[in-house]
């Protein structure tokens, strides 16, 4: 489908507007469910409970007032036990969860704000209702439990599942139902000490007759249509619990690579059990791993698949049967030494006369195949009185062994290596190497002169470097410590470990932060060196980073002329001495100066600005590390308008093809900036690439808060349009906003309100009184003929457009005075759900009566406000009257009401002495409750607006309709 249209601009229209706040308001907020729902409840506070079947999908939207627009959030609280997923929150109008589950359940809030007032928050709880399979699970109680399960015992049947709302359990035996007092042998009860909703059938001193099949059947009662459901559960005297046996030695031990089968065999139980494998501690069983059955098989096992397997067998009969199997992968690791001189002493070297003592210890798996092996210079080593080695206790330090040098001789100096394996082999042997000599010296440790205090800039990379000697070698061990009165405290290291190994005695940090400040210890480890008391030394890490400031970037709308202030704020700097700032317009420079320890602020003063002020503003920050920045952009930009979304009836329709739409708008912070001299309008409909565009001139200075309006006419049903408004000055182009027009039969759009502007040919259900004298008009400004009756009338409607529509009565001739034209309102009934709901409080609702009146002319007669209410005869209740010239102006009247039947509201305009007597209504309202802000008096006049609340602009849009293609 192809559509061809253009667009014709006529200036006829008309926008009005408001000093001070006008229409900006806080936000109001309420919640309404979209799509099936199992049921919706009204709650205390107001607060609504939707119900909705696990599985379907939920839809709530988030229905908001105020201006400008909120910004709308969704929060959710717990919904209780089984919600594990916490708080979330989501930007939208509408949240939608497909598939919900019922861990979603719970409170969900909608909050919206817009800077005016507090915030506005609603709330809806959702309770997702489900129904699970019920399962029977069959116990004997434990004091009568003797080798056969079933023999004149008390067997209990358990039925259990998970719901909501709470379950109804039925018991059947065949097809019989079971319940209390029918049969002296059965007890039927709910345990108090369970969770949840369960039913126990108890079978006392069990009869023949009671071997049968079983039926629980669960049912929620079809709520929310969820049907009932129902397990099947046949006992007899072969009725046991599992029994289960592994066909395999426990522990299983292998060799990497190995393939390993473990089976896990039913030797009892009916029904017949099933059988499940798992690893300890929730643990996933191995990607490679099988299950067939009882049987897990592994075809290349590997280390990391040792540990501890069980299988579990259940038939719902009893406790589950469990059997765990150990797999152990036969491994060594992580060899090591040590060597303790003189440990009767406390001598930290090695002297000859004393003992010294070499220890060796690997990780390894079985540890009861480990081995050790000594070897002196490559030739085997045996015990004997001067060299004892022995294998210390494996519960105290495991895979351990230890060589004692007793009377260390010059002979002994040497190469000594430990050599540990497994005894049944398939793993490598490790080889550890120990050179024992007059050169073997403890370990000393050092900090590189100069480098116990570093300097560094953010971002380097910098060396902490010990110095490290000894022999052998030792491993040297990092960390990193906060002063804490008087102990060192060990915090983490930069990569978030403990503590970091380095065997050049070098740490090396990449890419230093500002957090990497601070003090690093260096240790010697007691492996692969001396069992001494460990030297360590510190290290001081400062990092010097350039000053962070804020704002980091500014937009400044400013007006010509005008006096403004920028300032820069230092937050943070290091070193924080010689601070200097340095202010620029785009490259010019503008100052320089220094920050005082007093003063961390500095600023710029602009006394008027000018065209050459315009531009991006930079003050920089510096130290020896570097500089911070603060941007401000100065410009003459007027910022976004605001579109307005509470206006009542935007959309109407013109003809049976098109339609018309009522764009409103404020201005945000109009006075910060050059006077808006027009707005650039662009429209498109969706789907389309074409723009079209108009300016629309403003002859007078915009106020915060004034409503400005423009009418789109010659709209295509049910075309969407795509909106573009951009405000002018003479800087040239601002903020542009964006919103999308979209069709939909008129309907009203508040469920608690009755509101009509007469935009179409069916008034709203509003009819004529055929017992007046004449009737009222419904017509627009735009096709008015002021020539015989130039001084009364309105020139435009309520809402400032010559397109829209109003009703009026016409006084010229053949009326007379006196003559009445009556136009009656819908009638409302009071239980309508149409309409209003009644008030929770007494017997007589109120509703607040709204409407637009104009009365001027020197002939206006009198504008009447009946109630008429339809009990056993029709009364009609004057509820405000006014009479007189008002003014070229429309105002608003406001009046309570307190119907007690159904009702209408009957509005009499009265013609006066003569032809300049038109009097005209608009927008009438009806709401529940009672009015905002009524009139001091319901039969006295309002007082008239001051002058410099109204202003007129005319234009107007036209879409011509140029081709259509289907």
């Known amino acids: 489908m192809g559509l061809l249209f253009g667009l014709l601009w006529l200036f006829t229209s008309f926008l009005q507007g408001v000093h001070g706040q006008g229409v900006y308001a806080s936000p109001t907020v309420r919640i309404v469910q979209s799509g099936q729902s199992c049921n919706v409840e009204e709650e205390q506070y107001s607060e609504r409970v939707y119900t909705i079947r696990e599985g379907e999908t939920l839809e709530l939207q988030c229905l908001v007032t105020g201006h400008p627009r909120p910004q709308i959030r969704w929060m959710k609280t717990a919904g209780g036990a089984s919600d594990r997923h916490g708080n979330y929150s989501l930007q939208s109008e509408t949240l939608k969860i497909e598939n919900i589950r019922r861990h979603q359940g719970g409170r969900y809030y909608c909050k919206a704000e817009n800077g005016l007032g507090l915030p506005a928050i609603h709330s809806m709880r959702v309770d ?12 004997q109680s434990d004091d009568e439990a003797k080798e056969q399960f079933y023999f004149e015992r008390t067997v209990f049947l358990r039925c259990a599942t998970n719901s909501n709302p709470p379950v109804h359990y039925t018991w059947l035996r065949g097809r019989e139902v079971l319940s209390e007092g029918t049969d002296s042998g059965v007890e039927i009860y709910k345990p108090f000490f369970t969770q949840g909703e369960t039913k126990i059938l108890k079978l006392k001193n069990l009869r023949v007759r009671d071997f049968a099949d079983y039926t629980c059947i669960a049912s929620v009662k079809n709520v929310c249509d969820l049907q009932d459901k129902n397990v099947l559960f046949s006992l007899n005297n072969r009725t046991a619990p599992p029994s289960i046996k592994l066909l395999l030695d426990d522990p299983v031990v292998v060799n990497p690579g190995d393939t390993v089968t473990l089976v896990c065999a039913v030797t009892g139980g009916d029904p017949p059990p099933t059988l499940m494998w798992s ?21 290349v096992l590997t280390v990391d698949d040792g540990g501890a397997y069980t299988c579990t067998a259940s038939n719902n009969v009893g406790n589950a049967a469990k059997k765990s199997a150990i797999v152990m992968v036969r491994g060594l690791r992580k060899g090591r030494f040590w060597i303790t001189p003189d440990p009767y002493h406390h001598e930290d070297n090695i002297q000859i006369g004393r003992e010294v003592k070499i220890s060796c210890q690997v990780e390894a798996t079985p540890l009861e195949e480990l081995q050790f092996s000594w070897l002196k210079n490559g030739r085997p080593l045996r015990s004997s009185e001067r060299m004892v080695i022995t294998h210390m206790d494996t519960g105290v330090s495991p895979g351990t062994t230890n060589l004692d040098i007793i009377d260390l001789k010059f002979t002994d100096f040497g190469t000594y290596t430990c050599v540990a394996s497994l005894r049944n082999g398939g793993t490598p042997e490790i080889s550890i190497d120990v050179n024992i000599s007059s050169t073997t010296v403890p370990p000393e440790l050092t900090i590189p002169k100069g480098q116990s205090e570093l300097m560094v800039h953010e971002g380097d990379t910098v060396d902490l470097q010990c110095l490290v000697s000894g022999k052998p070698k ?19 290291m930069p990569d978030g470990s403990a503590q970091v190994e380095s065997y050049d005695g070098i740490l090396r940090i990449n890419n230093v932060t500002r957090e990497m400040s601070g003090t690093y210890r ?15 030394g510190l290290i001081q890490l400062v990092v010097h980073f350039p000053p962070t400031v804020e704002p980091v970037f500014t937009d400044v709308r400013q007006a010509l002329s005008r006096a403004f202030s920028l300032t820069c704020s230092l937050l943070e700097a290091n070193p924080a001495r010689l601070l200097r700032y340095e202010w620029k317009l785009g490259s010019r420079l503008l100052t320089v100066g220094e920050l005082s320890h007093q003063n961390l602020d500095t ?28 941007t401000f952009l100065v410009t003459g930009k007027a ?12 959309l109407w329709q013109n003809r049976p093809q098109v339609y018309g739409f009522k764009l409103q708008w404020t201005q945000m912070e109009p006075n910060a900036v050059d006077r808006i001299l027009a707005y650039r309008l662009g429209i498109k409909q969706t789907g389309q690439s074409r723009w079209w565009e108009q300016e629309i001139p403003m002859e007078r200075t915009i106020q915060k808060g ?28 601002g903020d542009t906003s964006e919103r999308i027009i979209t069709y939909s039969a008129p309907v009203n759009p508040h469920l608690r309100e009755f509101q009509c502007g007469f935009e179409e040919e069916a008034l709203c259900l509003f009819s004529q009184d055929k017992a007046d004298d004449f009737d009222w008009t419904r017509h627009r400004a735009a096709s008015r003929d002021t020539k015989y009756t130039p001084n009364t009338g309105p020139s435009s409607d309520r809402s400032g457009s010559k397109q829209g529509f109003y009703m009026y009565i016409e006084t010229s001739r053949p009326r007379l005075e006196g003559d009445k034209a009556r136009l009656l309102s819908p009638t409302f009934n009071m239980n309508s759900k149409n309409f209003i709901s009644s008030s929770s409080v007494g017997n007589s609702p109120t509703y607040c009566f709204t409407f637009y009146y104009h009365m001027y002319g020197k ?49 009499e305009g009265v013609r006066g002495p003569g032809i300049e007597g038109d009097i005209a209504i608009d927008d009438v309202t009806i709401e529940e409750g009672e009015c905002k802000d009524p009139p001091p008096n319901n039969l006295r006049s309002l007082a008239p607006p001051s002058s410099n609340h109204i202003w007129h602009l005319c234009f107007t849009l036209r879409l011509v309709l140029i081709g259509w293609q289907r």
């Open 279 to 299: 690893r300890l501690e929730g643990e996933e069983l191995p990607k490679r791993s099988a299950v067939n059955d009882g049987t897990l098989t592994f075809p």
């Open 603 to 630: 600023s710029y003063q602009v006394k008027a600005l000018n065209r050459e002020g315009y531009g991006e503003y930079t003050c920089d920050i510096t130290n020896e590390a570097g500089a911070g920045r603060c």
């Open 859 to 907: 002939h206006i007669g009198k504008l009447n406000i009946f109630l008429r209410q339809k009990g056993q005869t029709l009364t009609d209740t004057l509820v405000w009257s006014l009479s007189g010239n008002q003014g070229n102006y429309w105002r608003q009247a406001r009046v309570d009401i307190h119907p007690t039947a159904a009702f209408q509201m009957v509005m």
């Open 639 to 650: 910022h976004t308008p605001e579109f307005y979304y509470d206006v009542y009836s935007t």
């Open 706 to 733: 004034q409503l400005l309006t423009y009418n789109l006419t010659e709209l295509i049903k049910p075309e969407s349009y795509l909106v573009r408004l951009t405000p002018i000055t003479r800087y040239g182009e």
């Open 522 to 536: 260096c240790q010697t480890s007691q492996y692969n060196g001396f069992n001494v008391k460990p030297r360590e």
């Open 128 to 139: 997702v209702y489900y129904l699970d399979d019920p399962v029977i699970t069959v116990h």
């Open 474 to 492: 030792p491993i040297i061990l990092w960390s990193r410590v906060e002063e804490s009165g008087s102990a060192a405290v060990p915090t983490a």
